[in-house]
């Protein structure tokens, strides 16, 4: 979700993503159907569905993702531009930041998967008849297994999605299960861009964190929740807080790795700069919510252990 530059505007989508979380199809809801006879209609929240999908169109990297991982990726008839994973995904120029009805009407999907509804894109789409689930900005991993099995009962693949989600809390609780009992807990930082904006513990990135025991350096920064769990740090900040780590999400879009931080003013004298733990993320990998986040652990978790308990 915040592959492009600048990361001012990455940011504003992850607060936007957040807030319009409450215009989204209520995933608390139990699915209503989806059995292994995938019998139709179907119903999650407010959307029922007459009859399987055949045709959808994915407007969210994450959602993409998911519905590749359930076994629902021959009905997906086409992506937005930043759904590169997998690769067979058929990517278009279709534009999940600002979704345009005509464009994605031309598809003539039975279904639209949406992260949010900028533009009252849901309202537009309503209008042409065209189903809409929208799949809000995870914040913790529970969001995202309940927007995978919702994406099962939908399309029809139930029992391969609720295998997705217990394989993926099954492989998170081995991952975690033997981590070292630290006398003191270990710090990072998570780097969205160069322009020094991160994510607190409250976002679905900093509850990652959490898993492995760390601790954020950028929590204070927005300790009111005002920035939405997105706060700009400045330079100052960042050398005063020292972390033992720094998690850079932006490799990929804005060429950054140790050695571009170690040239930072200031940055050369860090803990996590003389140990080397400035640890380069994949940048889709580390803003997505679906099924990889499992591979997201594993490279925190390999980095941090690296370091005597």
Known sequence: MFRRTPRLFAATLAVAALALGACAEKTDDKPAAGTAAASYPVTVGSLTLEKRPEKIVSLSPSATEM?????????????DDQSNYPADAPKTDLSG?????EAIAGKNPDLVVLSNDTNKIVDQLGKLKIPVYLTPAATTLDDSYRQITDLGTLTGHADQAADVATRMKDDIAKLVKDLPQRAEKLTYYHELGPELYSATSKTFIGSIYSLVGLTNIADPADA????GGY???????????????VFLADSKCCQQNADSVKARSGWAGLTSVKNNQVVTLDDDIASRW??????LLRTIIDAVAKVPA
């Open 290 to 295: 679906g099924p990889r986040v499992v591979d």
């Open 224 to 227: 009111d929740g005002k920035n």
């Open 97 to 101: 930041f600002q979704p345009n009805a």
């Open 231 to 245: 706060p700009q740090l400045s330079q100052e900040v960042i050398v005063k807080a020292d972390p033992d780590f």
């Open 67 to 79: 519905l590749f991982a359930i076994g629902a990726g021959p009905q997906v008839s086409a992506v």
